[in-house]
């Protein structure tokens, strides 16, 4: 290889693959070094230098330095450190040093070899180039041409890139064939070893999303916001818009004039029926306009599950839910709320359903009779600690209650709540006497739960203390109940016995 043709092949190649020379350079350096290896009648490391104007090259041979009195066997690749530092003195070992190394001249095999290097290191620049210039368009929308078909997967000609879509990311039954022009989102840049290193997605609610800002001029300009977007891809998919001009119809923006502009989105999208909703920050009425063209007869919010029960007619359950649930899902996943479609009757009987359950609660918490929990619920105090906490004239203001009523269930439930608090307590620190320390006789709950407090939890561990040693344990209690429970505790023993 002549000097001539290193920069005249440096020139040709860096213009045609839009790369900078000094990465052709590089390739063809690392390609000479490998064809003079494999030349060498030695297990050799070289290493080429070619000046950058003359297209003159040198040719090095390199040396590991290892330690003199290394243990191991010094191959062809390494240089003890007393050789090595006559070739230079400031070597140490772990260095290398190298000498110059006449340039072996390159027959035609040697030659081919040499541009499989310099081809295969302009790929890998390439591919470096492609990942670094769309590294930060990750989300963005791009065109593309088909260019072809590769096990149901479409490479994309991006112009100066390929890129990959692949069969889960397009939408089903698109027929797509070679020269078309599509849009699709870049979903990731990686760098691989072959084939694209962009992937494309055509099914996420983002394209969606920026097909209409590149539509609506006033979406693009930031005076509609697009809030959000779900989809079935290929069939129907809903848009939340808002705007921030009051005097803009945000939705009549989106539709455009006689629907061209929804229009245009759809045929983008294979004929992807869209339905475009007027945005509010009340999650109701949100929710009530995403279910259209459904009417709703009302919602009861949960909070607290982050779900809401959505009454309609019976006749319009099934415009509510959609086509295999389609319409309540977009609706769901466009709000974010959990949609528990109902008619009337179910709505019923769940309405029923929850006020029995509340109503047991309140009768077990509060030892009272149904009657009076029924009348609670119905007032929706549906917790004892609205009844410890809720203001006395609120509860007065029942009609079926009085004085001594109000009083006592006050009473009732903040003793539930202390013993709720004691329980929880007891728990969480892992003291909780059982039933056979509790039912012994003498025992009450005070002296069970400094007991357990101890680790002193059933019975049989009490019947193993003696009374001074009990004494000493456990503080608050004396010598005489001290004796008594633990002889309480050690009745069974005695019972064995006798039955022997």
């Not at 078909?149 to 698109?174: C, H, S, V, W, Y």
């Not at 009272?368 to 006395?392: G, H, K, W």
Request: a negative charge; glycine letters at 6%; aromatic letters at 4%.
């Amino acid at each position: 290889m002549i000097n001539n043709e290193i920069l005249l092949m440096a020139d040709v190649v860096s213009r045609e693959k839009n790369l900078d020379k000094e990465v052709i350079f590089s390739a063809i350096e690392s390609a000479l070094a490998i064809a003079t290896q494999k030349r060498s009648l030695e297990d050799i490391i070289a290493r080429v230098v070619i000046d950058r104007n003359t297209g003159r090259y040198e040719t090095f041979r390199v040396w590991e330095v290892v330690s003199d009195d290394t243990e191991d066997e010094v191959t062809e690749r390494q240089l003890p450190l007393c050789q090595a530092q006559q070739m230079d003195a400031t070597a140490e070992v772990g260095d290398v040093v190298e000498a110059p190394l006449e340039p072996v001249k390159f027959g035609r095999i040697a030659a081919q070899a040499a541009k499989q290097v310099i081809m295969q290191k302009v790929r890998e620049a390439e591919r470096a180039q492609v990942v670094s210039e769309y590294q930060g368009r990750v989300g963005e929308m791009l065109t593309g041409l088909v260019r072809r078909m590769e096990r149901g997967d479409t490479i994309i000609d991006l112009g100066g890139a390929e890129a990959l879509l692949p069969r889960n990311k397009m939408i089903p039954r698109e027929g797509l064939r070679p020269g078309d022009r599509i849009r699709a989102l870049l979903e990731d840049v990686r760098s691989t070893t072959r084939g694209p290193q962009l992937f494309l997605n055509r099914i996420s609610p983002a394209l969606l999303i920026e097909l209409f800002k590149l539509e609506v001029p006033e979406a693009g300009e930031g005076l509609i916001e697009i809030k959000g977007a779900a989809r079935d891809p290929g069939l129907r998919a809903k848009i939340a818009v808002y705007s921030h001009d009051g005097r803009l119809d945000p939705v009549g923006a989106c539709v455009g004039m006689r629907g061209s502009r929804v229009q245009s989105v759809s045929n983008e999208i294979c004929g992807e029926r869209v339905d475009i909703i007027k945005w509010s920050n009340e999650p109701a009425e949100f929710v009530l306009q995403a279910l259209a063209p459904a009417e709703v007869l009302s919602i009861v919010v949960d909070e607290e599950a982050h779900a809401m029960d959505v009454v309609v007619h019976t006749d319009e359950l099934s415009r509510a839910i959609g086509r295999g649930g389609q319409n309540v899902h977009l609706a769901s996943q466009l709000t974010g709320w959990d949609l528990n479609i109902m008619t009337e009757e179910d709505a019923g009987e769940k309405v029923e359903q929850e006020s029995a359950r509340l109503s047991e609660a309140l009768m077990r918490e509060l030892d009272v009779d149904e009657n009076v929990a029924l009348i609670l619920v119905q007032e929706e105090i549906t917790s004892i600690e609205e009844v410890a906490y809720l203001p006395r004239e609120d509860l007065l203001g029942i009609e079926e209650f009085d004085e001594n009523l109000v009083d006592e269930l006050r009473r009732r439930a903040e003793d539930a709540l202390l013993t709720q608090a004691i329980v929880q307590a007891e728990s969480d620190s892992g003291h909780i006497p059982e039933a056979s320390l509790l039912e012994l006789e003498g025992m009450n709950k005070e002296t069970a739960r400094l007991l357990a407090a101890k680790g002193i939890k059933d019975s049989e561990t009490l019947a193993e203390y003696a009374v001074d040693e009990l004494l000493e344990e456990v503080k608050g209690i004396d010598a005489g109940q001290a004796s008594a429970l633990i002889m309480a505790a050690r009745a069974p023993w005695f019972v064995d016995e006798e039955s022997q």
